[in-house]
């Protein structure tokens, strides 16, 4: 696909419309004490996520009604019959870090992506509150919109020693998992929690170094590589390999793509 092409032009601003869209549902909720439900996997939810995700859908759907849809709150919708990741697929993740925007921390995130038989050819990161938004395309440099400026790229880094590490929380390592992230942890300048995709945002930003996680499904993660890699980065699951649709939820950020191998030596099993 032409990352310059009056097409992926079209998917960028059916993207952002899709984002606003969803922003506008997300605002008024934001530090109103709004209750939340708990999904099987006992991650929380509110009206919010699913408003906000129906409000994307409507939006894609009219625009591209060729097009597949997957979000987290609301499944697959595939188009023609097909795999929903099979062509064009939306994949949708309306709140991203539930947990943040329940308890009023603006580091939570609305995340759209579209894929091409399921690798990411577009992502945007938004948060709605702040008013940041990064948008990554295949082709493309990273563009950033916010009120607080700052120049989009990676910034080099001269090896673990000098680099910011981040996680949003460890509780999403198991116990072979927890070994590794202290691997790493101890070999880096610093250690930072919370921030879920708005982290990768801060990597794109040249902020943040690096940022090592799991349980990442692809709703998480399939809107942030176009972001990092647009930006100079790279985002592989731990041991290099690009994602997909088969990744085992393992996700390895680094700004400066120097930091791949040395980072994947301490996350290895």
Known sequence: MDGGSEQMDAF????????????????????????????????PVTIADRAAEQAMRAVLTERFPEHAVLGEEFGQAAAGGHSAL????????????TRAFITGRPVFGCLAALLH???????????????????????????FRGPFGGMVGCRPCHGLAAAELSCTSTEMFDDVDINAWDRLRS??????????????????????????????????????????????????DWQGAPLSATSDGHTLAVGDPALLAPAMALLAH
């Open 12 to 43: 960028i601003a059916a993207a952002e419309a899709a984002i606003d869209a969803a922003g506008a549902v997300i605002r008024p909720h934001f530090r109103a004490g709004l209750a939340a439900d708990l999904k099987s996997d006992a991650s």
């Open 86 to 97: 099979a062509g064009f697929c939306w994949v949708l993740d309306p709140i991203d870090g």
């Open 117 to 143: 038989d399921g690798v990411p050819m577009l992502g945007v990161i938004d948060q709605p509150v702040t008013g940041e938004r990064w948008v990554g395309a295949a082709g493309r440099a990273t563009l």
């Open 187 to 236: 070999s880096v300048r610093r250690t930072s929690f919370g921030g879920d995709c708005y982290a990768y945002g801060l990597v794109a930003l040249g902020q943040i170094d690096i940022v090592a996680e799991a349980g990442m499904q692809i709703w998480d993660w399939a809107a942030l590589v176009p972001v990092i890699e647009g930006a100079g980065g790279r985002l592989t």
